[in-house]
């Protein structure tokens, strides 16, 4: 059978304890988008210890709203099991609900410490884009969020089934934005601009590489992901062309 095999999720066993490769992935993803965010800090005119004041609260908060999004979306699957709602080391975090209740923490904490919202959201969205390249492999790992039947060279074997590996599509083209976005922010236009570039940029391929996907969550008949996606690109494209015309008339 062709296609490349799914390795183990274990990675090692500390005292006991398997260590998983999705929670390393993940981790691994944090860290570099973490540190790319404050190396790229100055650019913005903030300061890099007060950003990662605001990492350390803020992706906590994600992951629970990642968790949260996913168990809400699979109830039937997590009614009344309280320690299988919390348990994260085999998966099921969802990217939107880490986005939406990641953005909602640095909007509260801007707010709070006064500091530029949009100046801190168009810092760290090339960070949150590589994050995401790497933690997709934590996917990989799990055997999940790959896509349906597909006899292609780049296939991966999923349990005998050649199937689309849509978290490598992911990858892929959330490390692409991230070059993209970088090199757009030493010429940007307007404050709001790189944050909303990713916004769009990212629901176009989340749109189409969901439709690839077997375990999608579900909003009745619809796609989860993909009403979601349409609904930011038709926002983010109205929001980048009122605050351009605003940045162009000042």
């Not at 375990?215 to 609904?231: C, K, Y």
Request: glycine share 10%.
């Amino acid at each position: 059978m062709r296609g490349f095999p799914v390795p183990d999720p274990v990675a090692f066993t500390v005292f006991g304890i398997d260590i998983m490769w999705y929670a390393i992935m993940i981790t691994t993803g944090m860290i570099v988008g973490v540190v790319l965010s404050c190396r790229r800090a100055p650019l913005h005119g903030l300061d890099s210890d007060r950003l990662l004041n605001i990492v350390i609260i803020t992706v906590p908060v994600a992951v629970v709203g990642a968790r949260l999004y996913y168990v809400v979306f699979n109830w039937s699957d997590y009614a009344g099991d309280l320690m299988k709602m919390i348990n994260i080391r085999g998966g099921g975090l969802a990217i939107h609900g880490g986005l939406i209740f990641g953005t909602l923490a640095v909007v509260v904490l801007c707010h709070v410490w006064k500091i530029d919202t949009l100046e801190l959201l168009d810092l760290i969205a090339p960070g949150v884009a590589v994050a995401q390249a790497i933690g997709r492999w934590g996917n990989y790992f799990n055997s999940e969020a790959h896509g349906g039947p597909a006899d292609l060279p780049w296939s991966v074997n999923i349990n005998g089934v050649l199937c689309h590996p849509t978290f490598l599509y992911e990858s892929v083209w959330c490390l692409i934005l991230c070059f993209v976005l970088i090199r757009v922010d030493k010429k940007r236009k307007f404050r709001g601009q790189i944050l909303l570039m990713y916004c769009i940029l990212y629901s176009v391929e989340r749109f189409f590489v969901e439709g690839l996907r077997t375990d999608s969550l579900m909003i009745g008949p619809f796609r989860q992901a993909q009403v979601l996606s349409l609904s930011v690109i038709a926002a983010g494209i109205i929001l980048y062309v009122i605050l351009r015309h605003r940045a162009a008339e000042k």
